[in-house]
């Protein structure tokens, strides 16, 4: 992993900070990213003072504009090109359909699939330019099973499971791998809200208990590893069991 460079979208925290960390630590350069610039320095500030080495770049990913112009600062940053792009970021707004406004039915697709559309479609050419790259979607339990008050998350990242299978199609042939990786039950500061609701939906799996986000970030981190370079158009659920069940 030594020497290559990664771009983490919504790594300020959760299961993104958690894979930054992971690969910085196993020589992957890294560029934290999101919204909030002071938890994105502190990530930073932890992999330097690790020994690793990463720069923050802030995006609030909305459209295709937004997505181009990380794709560009996030380049320049690194003085070079990307090898791994993981598209964290999401919005995960919950509520019967009946409740659902249309402003945050947009707001839902626009982060959790609109962006990873124009991420990929600004960064997936030059990797297969120079014949190899790896890229990971984070998706959710809520794509594969049909969980109450979930069904618009849950929509977008069906949807980004099919463009795994679509990418790793088109960019396959030239050595570029993508992948996703479907979580179940993490405790993350997003999904601290749900309280009780997380612990009862975790105990519905064999294992039983809450993933922390390592758990999810050492999938991520062997997918984008040469470890796994017969892997693509996979959907690797760590989720505890859950869909066994």
Do not use: C
């Not at 509520?95 to 559309?117: Q, R």
């Amino acid at each position: 992993m030594e020497t290559k460079t990664a771009l983490i979208t919504g790594s300020t925290s959760g299961i993104g900070r958690a894979t930054a960390l992971k690969l910085a630590r196993g020589g992957v350069r890294v560029v934290v990213s999101g919204r909030h610039a002071e938890r994105g320095l502190q990530v930073v500030e932890q992999i330097r003072a690790e020994g690793g080495a990463a720069q923050f770049v802030g995006a609030d990913l909305r459209d295709a504009r937004s997505a181009a112009e990380l794709a560009a600062k996030a380049t320049e940053s690194i003085g070079g090109s990307l090898d791994i792009l993981v598209n964290n970021a999401a919005i995960g707004a919950g509520g019967p359909t009946a409740g659902t406004d249309e402003s945050t039915f947009d707001a839902v697709l626009a982060t959790n699939l609109k962006a990873p559309f124009y991420l990929v479609a600004s960064i997936a050419p030059a990797m297969a330019a120079r014949g190899g790259g790896a890229i990971v979607n984070v998706s959710t339990l809520a794509a594969e099973l049909a969980l109450p008050g979930l069904a618009v998350y849950g929509a977008s990242k069906a949807a980004l499971d099919l463009l795994t299978k679509s990418w790793a199609a088109e960019f396959g042939p030239a050595g570029v791998r993508v992948n996703s990786v479907s979580p179940g039950p993490t405790r993350t500061p997003g999904s601290e809200a749900l309280g009780e609701g997380l612990r009862q939906l975790a105990a519905q799996a064999p294992l039983g208990f809450v993933a922390d986000p390592e758990d999810i970030a050492a999938a991520i981190a062997f997918l984008v590893s040469d470890e796994a370079r017969f892997v693509t158009g996979a959907t690797l659920d760590v989720n505890g069991g859950r869909t066994v069940v």
